[in-house]
Nanobody
Framework: QLQASGGGLVQPGESLRLSCAASGFTLDDYAVGWFRQGPGNEPEGLSCITVSGSNQFYADSVKGRFTIFRDNAKNTAYLQMTNLKPEDTARYYC?????????????????RGQGTQVTVSS
């Protein structure tokens, strides 16, 4: 299972770090990605990091603001989010797959967490 945490209510321009902890399997056998989904919306893939951590991929909507990284020793991946905007408000999910594909996140993941809510509002 995957457990996402770290969401909350923040003001525009602030930062949050989301964590994705794996249990029951070894996360470093998988690429890890993050996607978000608002009410009534399709999943939006945000970022993905390869097994080794040497390659990261981002959607244009978050490039330059979000950073994905992983600590395989802790079986955990992270999404550092900066300069948050109201349009970033959504429920954020982490997912593990054999391969990195930002556009496919949220649709047919091998593992998926339950999500953590991020609300950006003044």
């Amino acid at each position: 299972q995957l457990q996402a945490s770290g969401g909350g209510l923040v003001q525009p321009g602030e930062s949050l770090r989301l964590s994705c902890a794996a249990s029951g399997f070894t996360l470093d056998d998988y690429a890890v990605g993050w996607f978000r989904q608002g009410p009534g919306n399709e999943p939006e893939g945000l970022s993905c990091i390869t097994v080794s951590g040497s390659n990261q991929f981002y959607a244009d909507s978050v490039k330059g603001r979000f950073t994905i990284f992983r600590d395989n020793a802790k079986n955990t991946a992270y999404l550092q989010m900066t300069n948050l905007k109201p349009e970033d408000t959504a429920r954020y999910y982490c997912a593990a797959n054999l391969f990195c594909s930002v556009g496919s996140l949220g649709r047919n993941d091998d593992y998926r967490g339950q999500g953590t809510q991020v609300t950006v509002s003044s």
